[in-house]
């Protein structure tokens, strides 16, 4: 019986001392850190070597482990032997993508718009609510013709770019939000969205169209999504890499990479502040009124007009601009990001890295009291960034720090209990056993 007590005491020691360790680790993933090497990646490597005929796609699982889709058991194998998880499906990315290549070769419809879904194994086509009921027959009779990879379904609200029509910013066409601080050896310029407005077009920092922050040189819509607006100075403003997310904090940006579906994303916009979600699916296809792009980062953070050309970041790496989705920021909904490694490459221009020590550089056409985006120096909206200000490159997940936190009280609880029990039977076998040699 004794013998019984003190292994249960034990196991219970050794459990404690396990949710410890666990709910340590918890909170240190959810604390804000520098980002991780995005080439030190053996599941890409893996998925690269595998190729599109013997894999379909990899993700992020809720366990924070990397799952990778696979067509064979061999391929799985490899998968497994590499520390991730396999899922054995039916379709390749070779077929996914033919099915993908079918419906951007069919007759286009507005309010459509498609991309591989990974976890299901299927090209997830998706019709708004001015999709007519002939459009909507004659692309399921597409998505038929292609077969079964190929899954259609109704979506609320509207596709639409998230340009607002009614705050005019430069030339009347509406207001954007900036993304993020680029160069290109000599000059400066503010990454944002394409649609905001064609080559000449005239930013400025207030609605009055006073203060001339400068002007959009380059850039693609529809396709892509994606210009650039050069400073009017023409030089690098001071901590060019800060990224304002308001309440006098700011994001340190580092470098730019591509996301995986799973990830925590966030982003900025001069309309709904700052906002997190999931990355959903990669390559996605939208079909706007205004034309259609290719290419997209689809997720679940929310957009609503104003936030077009905003940033999207994860761990200090800039990952996208935002183009535009449907819904809004009190229902929800999808939202689509032009990928800012595609744009910086079309482009000719790299992130501009400067100084994290002062002020940000970027231009929100209206600044207000959330400070989206990069901020130009001396702007009203630039107090997001000013000197004294919190500056971080990562975010807190602050579900995961609670849910550590929770953890570790669990578990201190579960030591102290431990303890108080051993010292109580000690007690016990004391008095049990003077008892008896006085009795």
């Not at 019986?1 to 680790?25: D, E, F, P, S």
């Not at 980062?297 to 601009?321: Q, R, Y």
């Not at 009291?369 to 909206?381: E, I, N, R």
Request: net charge negative; proline share 5%; with cysteine.
């Amino acid at each position: 019986m004794r013998h019984a007590r003190r292994k249960l005491q034990r196991i219970a020691r050794l459990a404690a001392v396990g949710g410890l360790v666990c709910g340590g680790l918890m909170v240190s993933s959810a604390m804000a850190g520098e980002p991780p090497d995005p080439s030190a990646d053996p599941v890409a490597s893996l998925v690269s070597r595998l190729g599109a005929s013997r894999t379909a796609g990899s993700w992020m699982g809720a366990d924070g482990r990397p799952v990778v889709a696979v067509t064979d058991v061999d391929a799985a194998d490899e998968v497994r032997e590499a520390g991730a998880r396999a899922e054995v499906v039916r379709y390749s990315m070779g077929e996914l993508r033919s099915a993908t290549e079918a419906l951007s070769a069919a007759p286009r419809v507005t309010g459509t718009a498609w991309a591989v879904d990974y976890a299901s194994n299927k090209v997830m086509v998706r019709a708004d609510s001015t999709v007519s009921a002939d459009d909507w027959s004659r692309m399921s009779g597409v998505a038929e013709g292609i077969g079964g990879s190929v899954q259609m379904e109704r979506t609320e609200g509207t596709f639409t770019t998230r340009v607002n029509g009614g705050v005019p910013v430069f030339s009347g066409d509406g207001r954007c939000t900036a993304g993020f601080n680029v160069t290109d050896g000599q000059n400066t310029f503010i990454l944002t969205a394409g649609h905001c407005g064609p080559v000449g077009t005239t930013w400025f920092q207030d609605r009055q169209g006073n203060q001339l922050v400068g002007t959009t040189t380059n850039g693609s819509f529809p396709g892509a999504d994606f210009s650039l607006v050069r400073y009017e100075s023409g030089n690098p403003p001071d901590g060019a890499n800060i990224v304002g997310i308001g309440g006098g904090r700011a994001v340190r940006i580092v470098g730019a990479a591509d996301p995986v579906v799973g990830q925590r994303v966030f982003r900025n916009g001069s309309t709904t502040g700052f906002r997190s979600g999931e990355v959903t699916a990669l390559n996605a296809t939208v079909n706007y009124p205004e034309g259609t792009v290719t290419g997209l980062i689809e997720t679940t953070v929310c957009a609503e007009p104003g936030d077009s050309g905003g940033p999207l970041f994860s761990e200090g790496l800039a990952l996208g601009v935002t183009s535009g989705g449907n819904g809004d920021c009190t229902t929800g909904g999808t939202t689509f990001f032009q990928p800012a490694t595609k744009a910086l490459e079309a482009l000719g221009v790299s992130l501009s890295l400067g100084d994290p020590g002062s002020g940000g550089g970027g231009a929100p056409a209206d600044p207000a009291p959330s400070a989206a985006g990069a901020v130009p120096p001396g702007s009203p909206g630039s107090s997001g960034v000013a000197d004294g200000s919190r500056r971080i490159t990562g975010i807190t997940d602050f579900g995961s720090l609670g849910s550590g936190l929770v953890v570790i009280g669990a578990s201190l609880v579960g030591l102290v209990g431990a303890r108080w029990i051993l010292s109580a039977q000690e007690r016990r076998n004391f008095r049990s056993f003077y008892s008896a040699s006085w009795g």
